[in-house]
């Protein structure tokens, strides 16, 4: 469903070894492996539609590391779509080793100083790092009032990413030359959430990192001096690199290059995992593996599972999915039930992001999809989502489908279980009273069929079905004790989050007395939760 955005996604690339010819592209020497990296994001565009940019090592330049970033598409920060200026770009940011970061964000959307990868440039090379970050701290507030109180500083973002940046600062302050895994685990034991970063300083050191739970995915490969690094396979198979060549990194450990040497390290221990189940049903790209799980599979798995709980007749009935991640769920039903999948709404790709910003959620929802007449009318259909979240493109559907589509009856099946609280890990999830779901629930994250058919009737559909909490850990081949299933039962697994939805819970409570509501980002003296601007 289109309600929902990831916050980020990061990529890296570094040819250490002494080969002059890149041992995965025979049209790159050395130092352009640099060039690499927009391809990259492209294949994470997914992750991040609002900024892209890199940081590149240039060991032979004045400017050791140099920086782009800018607003717009991975295509339109790069200038892809301008040969002459792409290439231009491409040789001033030529070198043996980049990062990159594709960025979304709730709020300071506009703000290219927001873009990543973040740097911070000293005189001192050690100390002249960038980096970027995926993930959300939910201890946010702590920390920016930890740093604020501690003497004559300042935070000039309203931003996890910037206070990142200055607890490694503090740390290299004290200890420039401390290891890079030393480093991990001095700021770790500080943080709270979901964190993976990839960092290059100006002595050419690079790390990238995931955090101890592993809330978000990251993997590598390296073939004969060559590393590379994303957040999803996808960005690393397109490379070049064979899939039995790609490696998930650990939760806790990370990748380090110093000195020509490519280490694989632990730096902080959990007895607990918090894979987030989200990857797999939305937010990754349907070509990804995620530790291990086809993410294209895991969607199909959880088709099946809605075609097996399904009590409507069969008869005159075709599967549409809502375009384009509930896709590999509606062929997992309709191949389950016997019946056509077919695709009845169609995105209206001609679309660009502005014209459609400036627009409420309504419109967005009957300009983004198409029906089609030709394939629904006179027919029962199911209509496959990969969740629901707010419920505003989800009534559109129901009735264009019914309107304009001429559909006989519209069942509408959802490939996830109930949406019943926010994300304070890096996902652009909206607070309690926002949420479709809890409306009808009274606080009970069991949904009964009595509550499945109010729901239906605020879509006016002929049926709702969700999938139960159970299918989740079957479908991603992972034990729910190492998943982070927090928007669904509303336990969250680190301190911190647990904190904010309480206090989630608590404010809207009062809002609801109170005959209103407001997003809790701003406290009176301080944000309560984390602004989500990474």
């Known amino acids: 469903m289109s309600e929902l955005n990831h916050e980020c996604g990061i990529v890296a690339v570094y040819q250490y070894g002494q080969p002059e010819q890149c041992p995965i592209s025979s049209s790159h020497t050395k130092n352009q492996v640099s060039r690499m990296v927009p391809r990259m994001l492209l294949d994470i565009q997914n992750r991040g539609q609002l900024a892209a940019g890199m940081t590149t090592f240039k060991p032979d330049d004045k400017e050791l590391l140099l920086t782009h970033k800018r607003l717009g598409l991975v295509s339109e920060a790069f200038r892809m779509s301008r040969k002459n200026k792409y290439q231009d770009l491409m040789e001033r940011h030529s070198g043996p080793a980049a990062i990159g970061h594709v960025r979304y964000a709730t709020c300071g959307k506009d703000d290219p100083n927001n873009a990543q990868p973040f740097e911070r440039a000293h005189l001192e090379k050690r100390k002249w790092f960038a980096f970027g970050f995926n993930g959300q701290l939910a201890n946010y507030a702590e920390l ?317 559909a002929d049926s709702l079905r969700y999938l139960p909490i159970s299918s989740i850990s079957k479908a991603v081949n992972t034990d729910s004790e190492n998943l982070c299933q927090a928007c669904l039962t509303g336990e969250y697994p680190t301190e911190a989050g647990q904190r904010l939805y309480d206090l989630s819970l608590n404010v809207q409570s009062s809002c609801s007395e109170n005959g209103g509501s407001r997003r809790l980002v701003e406290g009176t003296d301080s944000p309560v939760l984390p602004p989500s601007t990474i």
């Not at 030393?182 to 993976?196: E, T």
């Not at 070049?240 to 730096?267: H, K, M, W």
């Not at 769920?329 to 309709?334: D, L, R, S």
């Open 144 to 460: 920016r009032n930890e740093i604020t109180s501690g003497g004559d500083f300042h935070l000039a973002r309203e931003t996890d990413t910037e206070t990142l940046m200055h607890l490694i600062s503090q740390v290299l302050s004290v200890r420039p030359d401390i290891k890079m895994r030393d480093l991990l685990s001095a700021i770790s034991i500080r943080l709270d959430g979901a964190y993976n970063i990839a960092y290059l300083n100006a002595r050419g050191d690079m790390f990238v990192s995931r955090d101890p739970q592993g809330f978000r995915p990251l993997c590598y490969a390296d073939r004969d001096g060559f590393f590379a690094a994303a957040s999803e396979s996808v960005a690393l198979t397109n490379l070049g690199f064979d899939t039995s060549e790609i490696r998930d990194l650990a939760p806790g450990s990370a990748v380090t290059i110093q000195d020509g040497v490519l280490r694989v390290e632990e730096y902080s221990r959990s007895a607990v995992r918090s894979h987030c189940f989200f990857e797999w049903i939305y937010f990754a790209n349907v070509c990804s593996r995620l530790d291990g799980q086809s993410v294209y599979l895991t969607r199909k798995t959880l088709g099946e599972e809605l075609a097996k709980q399904e009590t409507e007749s069969k008869e005159n009935a075709i599967v549409v999915p809502v375009p384009d991640t509930a896709k590999a769920a509606a062929e997992g039903m309709a191949f389950e039930m016997s019946i056509p999948c077919l695709e009845g709404l169609m995105r209206h790709r001609a679309l660009g992001r502005t014209f459609i910003e400036s627009e409420d959620r309504d419109a967005k929802a009957r300009m983004k999809y198409i029906p089609l007449p030709e394939v629904l009318e006179g027919k029962k259909v199911f209509l496959v989502d990969d969740t629901i979240v707010r419920s505003t493109t989800m009534k559109v559907l129901v009735e264009q489908i019914r309107t304009r589509g001429k559909a006989a009856e519209v069942h509408v099946r959802v490939a996830c279980p109930p949406i019943m609280a926010p994300c304070f890990y890096g996902i652009d999830m909206p607070d309690v009273g926002d949420l479709f779901a809890p409306r009808f629930t009274d606080g009970s994250i069991e949904i009964t069929r009595e509550m499945e058919e109010e729901m239906a009737r605020h879509f006016n």
